[in-house]
Structure formats: C-alpha cells, structure tokens
C-alpha cells in the first residue's frame, strides 16, 4: 500500500447492493418525461403538525402524498397503463403504488419495498396505518427482493445480461408479473436526505408513472392577494412517455397539484371509494 494514500478498510457488499445495477439496468429502459413541479404542502403540513399536537401520533407524509397519487391516477387510469408486447396495453382498475419503507435490519436501517394494494380505495388514515404496520415489522429473512431475482441479477456476466433480457422479455409479454412485484404506480422519496433543504431528484422509472420526491423548504407565495410564508415541495412526475402524450400528462399533473395544495382527504374516515370525486378526465388520443 502506498503511504501517500493512507489507511482504509475493505467493505463486503450485501447482496442486495452488488444486485442494484443490474436492476438498474433492467428498470432503465423507458422513454420518460419529467416534470419538475413546485407543489404547495402547507395544508398537508400543518394538518399533521396539528394531529401530533393534539396526540402525539406522527401522520405519514409519503402516506398522504400516495393518497392523493391513487386519487388522481383513479380519475385517469390510464396513466398506469402497461406496455403488453408490440400493440397492446394493460390498464389495470386498482391503483397500487409501489414505495419504500425504512425498516429495522439489526442495528441499522433498510429501505424495503412494500405496495400498498387498491390504494385508491383506501383513506388516508388507512394508508398511514398501514405504513406505520409495515415500519414496526422485522425485515423478513432475504431483504423484499424474491431470491430467484437477486440470484438472477447476481450471476457472472454475461450470464446476469442474458438473465436481464429474458426478464425483460417476460415482463413485456406479460406485465402483471412486475405489477404484482412492486405495484402499477410508484413514489420514491429523496427529499429525507436533505431535510430543510430545496430540489428535484432524478430516478430511474420502475412503473408508467413514478414520483420522486424532493425536498421541503419555505417560500414566500400569494394567498388570496397577500405574500405569505408557504411550504414547498419540489416534486417530480416521472411518466413513461411510450404510455402517455405531453398534454395528458401535464392535465395529470395538475389534477395531482390540485389534490395535494387542496388538503383532499384530510382527517377523513370514510373510505375513498365513496367519497364524491370530480369529474374524470378524459385522455386524448
């Protein structure tokens, strides 16, 4: 070792590390749009600040932003369609929103990935219970990913590219089996790492639509004719644009601001099925 580089240390991977590129890999192969939205949270933020107050129980953020994803998404389900060979696509009736969730692993934390099945049929307490459940469990032996996937991702290449095509072959052929893995929709959240802290994230797209969100901070804003201090979400709507066209894309992405600054669903108990949507919206073509 040369003197001039100093002391380090070598590091084992876990497994489920050296099997992210090729997944990466796998996922990173959709023609996708981004938007890049500056989203009002103050209603949402609040709401939750004031639940604490008053119980000292700690409402999910993510929870209620996959709330308000399985509205919009459930207004305009084709959004989450899949691509099924050459001339055909899967529009699925239930929204399912594929996420990650920070779970015990020994003395450390893991992100897990957990779908939140028929989300757009659930309330918001319901999907906050729900990932408040899942946070409290052990992760099961083997991490979330199926073992005969980490196996396939960690195989010797070319042997592991050969594994990824034919996966990738399997899923356009038949696209319920990603579903049935990690959901029609998605939402990532990055803004944890930078607390207090502005911007967009970027990330590969797993599903037909994908969020990402970024950080939270607080920005002078017009209410109602005044300037007031309001909390901004910088969030990202990442669409499969072999799925969906701009302008249908951008009516989504508005509905969802709408639904998210509005504080939809709010303290409600009743389950969202029920609940008098607006009108849905009508995809062009």
């Not at 993510?62 to 084709?78: I, N, P, Q, S």
């Not at 920005?219 to 072999?242: C, N, S, W």
Request: hydrophobic share 40%; net charge neutral.
């Amino acid at each position: 070792m040369s003197e001039k580089i100093g002391p380090y240390r070598l590091i084992d991977l876990p497994p489920e590390r050296r099997a992210m590129p090729r997944f990466l890999d796998f996922t990173w192969r959709r023609h996708c749009m981004y938007g890049l939205l500056e989203v009002d949270v103050t209603a949402a933020r609040q709401f939750i600040e004031q639940h604490k107050a008053r119980s000292g129980e700690t409402l999910s953020f993510t929870g209620y932003l996959a709330f308000c994803l399985a509205r919009a998404v459930d207004e305009d389900k084709e959004v989450q369609a899949w691509i099924k060979g050459r001339k055909q696509l899967v529009v699925f009736d239930d929204v399912n929103v594929g996420l990650t969730i920070e779970r015990q692993l020994g003395e450390t934390r893991a992100l897990m990935g957990h779908v939140i099945w028929g989300a757009n049929h659930k309330t918001y307490r319901e999907i906050h219970q729900e990932i408040r459940s899942v946070q409290s469990e052990p992760v099961p032996p083997g991490g979330w990913v199926p073992s005969w996937f980490q196996s396939a991702m960690l195989l010797p290449w070319p042997l592991s590219s050969l594994a990824n095509a034919l996966l990738r072959m399997a899923v356009r052929r038949d696209p319920t089996l990603s579903v049935s893995a990690g959901g029609t929709v998605g939402i990532t959240a990055v803004g944890m790492f930078g607390k207090g802290q502005g911007g967009w994230g970027l990330s590969p797209a797993i599903h037909p639509l994908d969020l990402v969100v970024g950080g939270i901070t607080t920005k002078p804003a017009v209410v109602d004719g005044r300037i007031e201090p309001r909390d901004i979400l910088d969030l990202t709507v990442v669409f499969d644009h072999d799925v969906i066209d701009g302008a249908p894309a951008a009516r989504f992405a508005r509905r969802l601001v709408e639904l998210i600054e509005s504080g939809y669903g709010l303290g409600e108990d009743q389950a969202a099925r029920q609940a008098k949507p607006a009108a849905p919206m009508r995809q062009s073509r």
